[in-house]
């Protein structure tokens, strides 16, 4: 089964920037949505960002202006540059794929292809 890669979490200061990446191996993102999920422990998972193939993005109120999304011109890697990160962003952070239509972009229900996932500590 197809499955995403994560990487680029880790622990970072109040106020600091990550650059997660996400790739499906063997693969483009062509055609597809991609998308960006924070879950912590207890939680519902939480919408982020999204991608669409012809570039339009969309983000959460609440990491809108500190969050881009992006995607290279190949179409193989997905990021999530964070900036003026907060204790509060401290969470699991997924990528997901798949063919969404516009108006499901921010539920998790809508995307099939998911990584296991890139822990981000947001900490002094």
């Known amino acids: 089964q197809v499955q995403l890669v994560e990487s680029g979490g880790g622990l970072v200061q109040p106020g600091g920037s990550l650059r997660l990446s996400c790739v499906v191996p063997g693969r483009t993102f062509s055609g597809y949505v991609v998308c960006w999920f924070l879950q912590v422990p207890g939680k519902e998972r939480e919408w982020l960002a999204s991608i669409r193939s012809n570039g339009a993005t969309y983000y959460a109120d609440s990491v809108k202006g500190r969050f881009t999304i992006s995607r290279d011109s190949t179409k193989i890697t997905s990021f999530l540059q964070m900036s003026s990160l907060k204790p509060e962003d401290s969470a699991v952070y997924y990528c997901?794929?798949?063919?969404?239509?516009?108006?499901?972009?921010?539920?998790?229900?809508?995307?099939?292809?998911w990584g296991q996932g890139t822990q981000v500590t947001v900490s002094s």
């Open positions: 997901a794929s798949g063919s969404v239509i516009l108006s499901q972009i921010t539920r998790s229900e809508s995307y099939t292809t």
